[in-house]
């Protein structure tokens, strides 16, 4: 329904209320307002908007813009006061609030044990705190990695509870360059410390605390996994996409074959989001369409809708993402239902702004972000790209509208991709053509195994359906993959760069539309800055001279960087281990534009352990040295001691005068506390790179 003429903040009101709650869920975050701060700020603008009500209705109608300003400020602390409330940190009863050192803690496991290359890793509640003779209920999440044997010997099931006194650790980061921020990550979800527990580091308890609802979705998560796995018999790539592509289960999946669907631009098929609800709310339509009861009553149609696909969104792990497009298609259903035709950014705004009141850390989730970009990319762009082309042919128009559904999705979101993700897949037009509509057939296919499982002749029928239907699917991946240049990686973007690409596409967008000529200039005007900046980051980046020492446990892992080339000193299995170094290594050097590695730098000299980087002298002892005391000291700027040797601080110091002692990854944490105990007794600078993160030294 077209309303010409209306601005889109008129026809969809809820962007009105969206955008101050955003301002202040980011002003709190950023700021951390304390509650005395925000109920002073509400108080006041309450006062001040109540006193304009008061006024004569001609100085009311005069200055009818202070109403719309006082009202977006309420707005404003609404933001702060749902993010100040949501950090667990706030409440009294915390856990953190309340644990010393040699406390018990008696936990709830939260969600089945997910099993990890050496140990089980689980999330649970910490339900009770025993100091001396004392309890105290408390309340806050705590991330457990079980030792394998421990957890083998003893398994654990979700509302089994244990006892424990081991002290959970804050949860860091490694600190490298450009690594994922991990901290940042957990805090959202509200969870700040971890733990790992060993064999006697813990107790089962009698007593359970099991939620039903919980207990049923997760029964009938994993009975869906069993009927998938039975019928599709055999444990491979096919089983694992299929499992992911359906309930979002990724556990099984092999990571080089989720980096060829990430490369390919077709990974938003098996992590689970908005299409594939889309998909089940057009075949619940259709089922209830064909049921004359259902079909007649307009509230038992949108409460069953509704229910089913609520209960599909619980089952898959309730993302952001999916739960946007639970909220968004819930107001879509009812107000079709109920003949409320509204223009499709009212719903999409509902559902963003009701999600964030829930919880307004979802903001920073990157699926709620792609999701409500993609959406708003095809709601924008989608149609004026497909009327860019008229086509007779039935069966080729339908290509091209899913070409132009395709290419109005990505206009939004490659700026994010390409922040995130550093790369931007060249042929993902291609491939989104061929696999959409084949992931479609997977789904349907998938849903019905389910339905019929009952039925063994017809489920193992589907079952091997969907094994040849999922191996056609991964082989095109992986052609595609293949191919040269099929992703542009390497790709290095700030957010400064990414709101400026932004700024040109909005404006380039509006120019286009509406043939507007400031919003031309404006497009230009941003690209112009874009360039620009990027111009300089090239620059200064071709200048830079640094020595990064990584923090990957139990590795040695250097860098010396000199403009875009730099020299690795390491274990070889960081050459070798792709996992390892695209997690460790490869975003710090995307993130300074490093491209090629040399086996040597003209600036940098070595003589057997000694390093000098330009003026800066290194010593890297990674294996036991015996030095004699010498007349006079030798000066170097640090000395990084890596592998374990057994060597005294002392030792050193009377040999060395060392601005900084660097204790790398490889070491263990017992040698490395007594190596900062002796640099403490001396007053020697030391930087322990496993507790401190990545040590990064511009030269």
């Not at 444990?235 to 979002?248: F, N, S, Y």
Request: charged letters at 15%.
């Amino acid at each position: 329904m077209r309303y010409p003429g209306i601005p889109v903040w008129k026809k969809a009101p809820f962007l009105r209320l969206l955008i101050p709650v955003i301002t202040g869920i980011l002003l709190q975050w950023y700021m951390q307002f304390s509650w005395q701060q925000i109920l002073f700020t509400a108080v006041c603008f309450a006062i001040a908007f109540a006193s304009f009500q008061l006024l004569p209705l001609v100085l009311r109608f005069k200055f009818q813009i202070l109403q719309g300003v006082f009202i977006n400020l309420l707005l404003i602390v609404l933001g702060l006061f749902i993010t100040y409330q949501k950090d667990i940190r706030h409440k009294q009863n915390w856990f953190g609030n309340v644990y010393r050192d040699s406390d018990y803690i008696v936990a709830t496991v939260n969600e089945p044990l997910l099993e990890k290359n050496k140990s089980y890793k689980a999330e649970v509640i910490a339900d009770i705190i025993l100091h001396n003779d004392s309890t105290t209920n408390t309340a806050g999440k705590i991330i457990i990695y079980f030792e394998r044997d421990s957890a083998d010997a003893m398994p654990l099931k979700y509302g089994d509870k244990i006892l424990f006194k081991k002290k959970p650790q804050q949860i860091k980061n490694s600190g490298n360059p450009g690594a994922f921020n991990y901290q940042r990550y957990s805090a959202f979800h509200q969870i700040f410390h971890n733990v790992f527990l060993k064999k006697n580091d813990w107790v089962l308890l009698d007593e359970k605390n099991i939620n039903s609802f919980w207990q049923f979705l997760f029964t009938a998560r994993q009975n869906v996994l069993n009927i998938i796995q039975k019928n599709m018999q055999r444990h491979d790539d096919q089983l694992a996409i299929a499992e992911a592509l359906l309930i979002g289960y990724t556990q099984d999946l092999d990571k080089d074959l989720v980096q060829a669907y990430s490369n390919t631009g077709v990974v938003h098929i098996i992590a689970i989001s908005g299409m594939h609800l889309g998909l089940i709310y057009l075949l619940l339509i259709w089922i209830f369409n064909k049921i004359p009861v259902v079909k007649k009553s307009k509230i038992i149609k949108v409460v069953l809708i509704l229910s089913c696909l609520w209960l599909f969104a619980l089952l898959t792990g309730g993302s952001a993402s999916i739960l946007r497009a639970a909220v968004m298609f819930s107001c879509i259903a009812i107000g079709k239902n109920f003949n409320r035709r509204t223009s499709i950014f009212n719903p999409l705004a509902a559902s963003a702004f009701l999600l964030l009141c829930w919880n307004p850390y979802y903001l920073w989730d990157v699926g709620f972000q792609l999701s409500y970009l993609a959406v708003s990319g095809i709601v924008i762009f989608q149609k004026p790209i497909y009327n860019l082309v008229y086509i007779k042919s039935r069966g080729v128009n339908k290509v091209w509208q899913l070409t132009s559904v395709t290419l109005a999705a990505q206009i939004l979101t490659f700026p994010v991709c390409l922040y995130y993700f550093h790369q931007f897949p060249t042929i993902f037009l291609f491939t989104n053509i061929l696999l959409v509509p084949l992931s479609t057939i997977i789904l349907y296919v998938e849903i019905f195994l389910i339905a019929f499982s009952w039925v063994p002749l017809v489920s193992a029928l589907f079952g091997k359906l969907t094994w040849w239907l999922v191996w056609v699917m991964n082989k095109i991946i992986l052609w595609f993959n293949s191919l040269p240049f099929s992703v542009w990686d390497g790709i290095s973007v700030s957010v400064i760069s990414t709101f400026l690409l932004y700024g040109f596409i909005i404006c380039a967008g509006y120019w286009l539309l509406n043939k507007n000529k400031l919003a031309f200039k404006f497009s230009f005007f941003a690209m112009l800055c874009f360039t620009a900046l990027t111009g300089y980051t090239k620059w200064r980046l071709s200048t830079q001279r640094k020595l990064i020492v990584y923090n990957v446990p139990q590795h040695q892992s250097i860098d010396f960087i000199n403009g875009n080339t730099y020299k690795f000193i390491g274990d070889s299995i960081l050459l070798a281990d792709g996992m390892l170094q695209n997690f460790h290594l490869k975003p710090g050097r995307i993130a300074l534009q490093l491209n090629k590695k040399i086996d040597s730098i003209p600036a940098l000299h070595r003589n057997n352990n000694f390093y000098q980087f330009y003026n800066t002298k290194i010593l890297l002892i990674e294996q036991p040295l015996v030095f004699q005391p010498a007349a006079q000291k030798i000066n170097v700027d640090y000395i990084i001691i890596s592998k374990n040797p057994r060597l005294y601080i002392p030792q050193l110091a009377q040999v060395f005068n060392c601005n900084r002692f660097i204790f790398d990854g490889s070491n263990s944490l017992w040698k490395i506390a007594k190596w900062k105990k002796d640099c403490e007794q001396l007053h020697l600078r030391c930087y322990s790179v496993p507790e401190q993160g990545a040590f990064v030294m511009d030269l």
